[in-house]
């Protein structure tokens, strides 16, 4: 008789009662060196985040006297300048319609080019996908200029919202494809039978079914492409001026013409961040679910 079956015998449960009231083993704690190079990337990301957000509350002289120190006293008076200047909301509005429009495109096209490689089956499907993995190896900089010709030139959209918003929305369409494709294969091909029997058609199904139960995907590729819009500084350098600019132009210019000015620069760069960012955060569990589905699919 073995030691777990002598064990269960004296107290008169059965051996699985015995193990359940144990619970489950837990995995041993990680290596100390795997903490230590979480600590080292955690203060290498976080750390610069956080300088700049305490020095916007430090005077120029208390930075110039100790630049690693904390505020003292607490100056208000930075972030209040910048919160009043209506360039800081100018560049604001610019940056959040131009987020909105791209994620807008982003989603809707994403979605309608995903439909088709995942759910039907045709000649040269793959070869197709293909094309949109191939995306991923030609980022904004190397058509900069075919792009700068042709939208302020061709379509004459040049120093507009549109002008900035479509060309970031063709680049971040490979990514969102390559993540919504595995996520709607997932979806069971008898809910899309039951559809067709029920008298609904390819798009009804398309958008009655199929987009409500892609959510997860569909945030997820919606919040990347739209910090990454609202972080893109390229694009809206070449073809914004004056008033048309967005936050990260705003930051540029306000660096160059307050250079003198650090504690104030440090505000302003931090509260062009911050929505990005809390957006960003808010969203992660979403970010993670879709994922997963992609992955999982």
Do not use: C, H
């Amino acid at each position: 008789m073995s030691a777990g079956t002598l064990t269960s015998a004296s107290t008169g449960q059965p051996p699985t009662a015995a193990r359940r009231r144990r619970g489950p083993k837990r995995p041993g704690g990680g290596s100390p060196l795997v903490y230590g190079l979480a600590l080292v990337v955690v203060a290498l990301t976080v750390g610069p985040v956080l300088y700049g957000v305490l020095g916007g509350f430090r005077s120029n002289a208390q930075l110039a006297e100790t630049p690693a120190g904390l505020p003292s006293p607490w100056v208000l008076s930075n972030y209040s300048g910048v919160l009043t200047n209506p360039d800081f909301w100018r560049y604001t509005l610019n940056s959040t319609v131009i987020a909105l429009v791209t994620t807008a495109i982003v989603v809707v096209f994403g979605m309608m080019a995903a439909y088709p490689l995942a759910r039907y089956r045709f000649r040269g499907r793959e070869q197709l996908f293909l094309v949109f993995v191939a995306g991923l190896l030609f980022p904004a900089t190397v058509a900069i200029i075919p792009l700068f010709i042709l939208i302020t030139k061709d379509l004459q959209l040049g120093n507009t919202w549109w002008g900035v918003a479509l060309p970031q929305a063709a680049f971040a369409l490979p990514t969102t494809v390559i993540i919504l494709r595995p996520f709607l294969q997932a979806l069971p091909d008898e809910l899309e039978e039951a559809a067709l029997l029920d008298g609904a058609s390819r798009v009804g199904f398309f958008w009655r079914i199929l987009v409500p139960l892609s959510g997860p995907g569909m945030v997820t590729v919606g919040v990347l492409a739209f910090v990454g819009s609202w972080n893109a500084y390229l694009l809206p350098l070449l073809l914004l001026q004056g008033g048309m600019k967005t936050l990260p132009l705003g930051v540029a210019d306000y660096s160059s013409e307050y250079s003198s000015d650090t504690a104030g620069v440090f505000a302003f760069t931090s509260l062009a961040m911050i929505p990005a960012l809390v957006f960003f955060l808010a969203m992660q569990k979403r970010i993670v679910n879709g994922l997963q589905g992609a992955v999982k699919g």
